[in-house]
């Protein structure tokens, strides 16, 4: 598994700094956003280090595959009301002009109950 040192995700993944973990497997790791922005608000990660969405490639269809496959299950488990009259929001940051702050690939998952902080 590739992972960067210096990388605050890298190490959280790893244990290394602690999180609230909400999930974890071989290839992802899923902790709650230490300054939510809903009452549901956490971050899904791959342990494998890319620092974007604009590194990724063909080679990583099926670990995205599966985070993505993975978000409803887990909402639903933080408290995210059912679809359609609940839901989540997901959300990918991507470079400094789409917003990213953390340069590990992070998709946030947010809901619950209106009105949020921001969004
Ligand atoms: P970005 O702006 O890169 O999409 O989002 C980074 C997110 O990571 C922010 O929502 C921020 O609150 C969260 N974050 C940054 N550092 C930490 C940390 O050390 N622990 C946790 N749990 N979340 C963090
Ligand atoms: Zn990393």
Same mark, same amino acid.
């Given at each position: 598994?590739?992972?960067?040192?210096? +990388?605050?995700? +890298?190490?959280?993944?790893?244990? =290394?700094?602690?999180?609230?973990?909400?999930?974890? %497997? %071989?290839?992802?790791?899923?902790?709650? %956003?230490? =300054?939510?922005?809903?009452?549901?608000?956490?971050? @899904?990660?791959?342990?494998?280090?890319?620092?974007? @969405?604009?590194?990724?490639?063909?080679?990583?269809?099926?670990?995205?595959?599966?985070?993505?496959?993975?978000?409803?299950?887990?909402?639903?488990?933080?408290? +995210?009301?059912?679809?359609?009259?609940?839901?989540?929001? @997901?959300?990918?940051?991507?470079?400094?002009?789409?917003?990213?702050?953390?340069? !590990?690939?992070?998709? !946030?998952? @947010?809901?619950?109950?209106?009105?949020?902080?921001?969004?």
């Amino acid at each position: 598994m590739s992972t960067e040192p210096n +990388c605050i995700f +890298c190490k959280i993944a790893a244990g =290394a700094i602690p999180s609230r973990k909400v999930y974890e %497997d %071989d290839e992802l790791f899923v902790f709650h %956003d230490i =300054a939510p922005w809903a009452p549901v608000h956490f971050l @899904m990660v791959p342990k494998l280090h890319i620092a974007s @969405m604009a590194q990724v490639g063909s080679e990583h269809e099926a670990l995205l595959g599966r985070m993505m496959a993975l978000a409803p299950r887990l909402a639903l488990e933080q408290g +995210c009301k059912p679809y359609p009259e609940g839901g989540f929001r @997901m959300v990918v940051n991507t470079g400094a002009e789409g917003g990213q702050e953390v340069h !590990h690939l992070h998709v !946030h998952v @947010m809901g619950g109950p209106r009105p949020w902080l921001r969004g």
